[in-house]
């Protein structure tokens, strides 16, 4: 029998992420084969999961795909695992439009039961109430039970567990206050960027889950021996011959959605390599740079002279390259404001990326090209371009409530590059060359 469920929230900062990294590598530590799952286009929360797991999480987001498409991820990838687990979003019916792509919407489209994480600082018996209204909000969804967050004493414990008997839930846990578990603002990067910190946090969580969750009551209350829901594949890509696609990933770049990579295999043979550690350019038919945290390592990426040069003619030469927020950095002419001074990336683009006066940019984002042709992606960096008129736009932006988002989309001979981290799942990328 397997099991599944979605580590949901009352609200962003009640500790899902640590709970769920916690339960991730506390399965995996038990023999059991555990797949991971994210609500939204998170691209930071899926390094914690395979740093986890080993295994790759894959993003389950109803406005970058659809939802026969995430049905068919669900499916394909959960489909040799013991358990499958999927870390929810926000709170649990935040979604883009009232609760549609929420965790909820999520756990109805894939029938799987909640798992509610719940913060408990600075409330108790509330929670009772706040409990009951998550439970009964949506008819049919299923709760399996509550792990309590950030329990300070005993009697809090047997508050917190009184409310939950209360509200009809099982109580599977109650963790105490441990700021040594706290996660750094993912906004800044900061040591999200660094693998063995990752793992530490994992293995911390894991230990402390063990310790205050009952793994084996979660595993019974959301076994099941049903199928999946049905969903059809989307349509492969189509490429001409199998091509050579170079792909950049190491601690710079690491914004990858899983299942972009799955699609461009569908097209021919992926190479990686490590722009930080000076890799040559690979033999390709396309180059994919994707985000990541190039300011973090500016000093050692603008030190890779022989690779910087590689790129440049290649691009000149007329190279097919999908350079997305960090990856577009790269190919810009250097970064400012970052400490030491301007590091000089690769001088294909002609502007600069600048981290001085920082400010947020986050958001879905529906992109329309000339050709009236749509794609789908995400925004989510703190930098900005010192001359972003540089280059003409060559699509339009707009953000979830269908408003213009102001976010270019470039093209330099068969570079194509921005901000917009994008989402190729069910679609063909190959047709922003056409």
């Known amino acids: 029998m397997k099991s599944r469920f979605l580590i949901g929230a009352l609200s962003s900062g009640s500790g899902k992420t640590t709970v769920t990294m916690g339960i991730l590598r506390a399965l995996a530590d038990r023999g059991l084969k555990v797949q991971p799952f994210k609500c939204g286009p998170d691209y930071i929360d899926t390094r914690f999961h395979e740093a986890a797991t080993g295994s790759a999480s894959v993003n389950l987001d109803t406005w970058l795909a659809s939802e026969n498409h995430v049905k068919d991820l669900y499916a394909r990838y959960g489909a040799d695992a013991d358990v499958c687990v999927t870390e ?13 792509g929420s965790s909820a919407d999520i756990a109805r489209l894939t029938d799987t039961p909640v798992v509610l994480v719940a913060g408990a600082r600075s409330t108790s018996y509330t929670l009772a109430a706040q409990l009951w209204g998550m439970k009964h909000f949506r008819p049919g969804l299923q709760f399996a039970g ?43 990067g900061l040591q999200l960027a660094d693998d063995n910190e990752m793992r530490h946090r994992c293995e911390k969580a894991a ?3 063990g310790r205050y969750v009952d793994l084996a009551e979660l595993l019974q209350r959301t076994g099941t021996d049903s199928a999946f829901p049905a969903a059809e594949p989307a349509p492969a890509m189509a490429a001409e011959r199998p091509l050579r696609i170079a792909v950049a990933r190491d601690a710079a770049f690491n914004f990858i959605y899983r299942e972009n990579l799955s699609r461009l295999a569908q097209a021919g043979q992926l190479t990686f ?13 396309l180059v994919y740079f994707p985000g990541g945290y190039p300011e973090l390592y500016a000093r050692e990426l603008a030190a890779q002279e022989a690779l910087k040069r590689q790129v440049r003619e290649y691009a000149e030469d007329g190279g097919r390259i999908l350079a997305e927020c960090g990856g577009m950095i790269w190919l810009s002419q250097g970064i ?48 900005s371009l010192t001359a972003p008129d540089a280059l003409p736009s060559v699509a339009t932006q707009y953000n979830a409530a269908g408003e213009p988002a102001g976010t270019p989309l470039y093209r330099y001979k068969n570079v194509i590059a921005g901000y917009t981290h994008l989402y190729w799942g069910e679609t063909d990328i190959l047709y922003l060359w056409n």
């Open 88 to 100: 929810g979003v926000m709170g649990l019916y935040d979604g883009y439009d009232r609760s549609a």
């Open 146 to 188: 509550v792990v309590f967050n950030q329990v300070g004493s005993a009697r809090h414990e047997r508050l917190l567990r009184q409310a939950a008997e209360d509200a009809g839930l099982p109580c599977l846990g109650a963790l105490p206050r441990l700021p040594e578990l706290e996660i750094p603002s993912r906004h800044l």
């Open 207 to 209: 230990e402390i889950v």
């Open 273 to 285: 390599f490590s722009p930080l550690a000076g890799d040559p350019l690979p033999e390709a038919d």
């Open 336 to 383: 400012e404001g970052v400490a030491g001074g301007p590091c000089a990336m690769c001088g294909v683009l002609p502007f600069a990326a600048t981290m001085e006066g920082a400010r947020l940019h986050m958001g879905y984002r529906r992109i329309v090209d000339a050709s009236d042709r749509v794609w789908k992606g995400h925004e989510f960096h703190y930098s």
